[in-house]
């Protein structure tokens, strides 16, 4: 009530609109795709030394969070 000058933008939606919405939703899944398939695709054909399969769950798991952690 003292400042009644600050809540204009947010009346007026100048900071946040349907537009800034869909473009913070588009960002968000288009780094969650890319978080997902780099990794995905580092390890698609991997076999180690002994010809055993070198990528499983846990380990394109922890290569996932270790990217996201990463870029957060």
Do not use: N, W
Not at 12 to 36: D, E, G, T, W
Request: hydrophobic share 40%; with cysteine.
């Amino acid at each position: 009530l003292e400042y009644p000058k600050l809540y204009v933008p947010g009346q007026i939606s100048q900071y946040f609109s349907k537009r800034a919405f869909m473009m913070c939703a588009l960002h968000s899944c288009y780094s969650s795709l890319v978080l997902f398939f780099v990794p995905y695709a580092a390890t698609y054909d991997t076999a180690r030394d002994d010809g055993k399969d070198g990528a499983d769950y846990q380990s394109f798991a922890l290569i996932t969070q270790t990217c996201l952690t990463v870029t957060v």
